[in-house]
């Protein structure tokens, strides 16, 4: 998942098929529907604004 680093989405994107930056692209599209904005930087990093609200979402909180 995005909060615990990039290592983990690229071994992600690797295990389906799909290009990193493919998966970030879709990973921010789908962000935009419950943050209006991108959750990941250009790095994959989240951003700091978000980083609460992501775990929750997720069920890490």
Not at 1 to 29: F, P, Q, R, S, Y
Not at 30 to 49: H, N, P, Q, V, W
Not at 55 to 61: A, Q, Y
Request: glycine share 10%; proline share 0%.
């Amino acid at each position: 998942m995005a909060v615990t680093g990039e290592g983990e989405l690229k071994k992600l994107a690797d295990e389906h098929g799909i290009m990193l930056e493919v998966l970030l692209d879709g990973i921010n599209e789908k962000a935009m529907d419950c943050t209006g904005d991108s959750i990941l930087d250009d790095e994959a990093a989240l951003y700091d604004d978000y980083r609460e609200q992501v775990k929750e979402m997720v069920g890490l909180r």
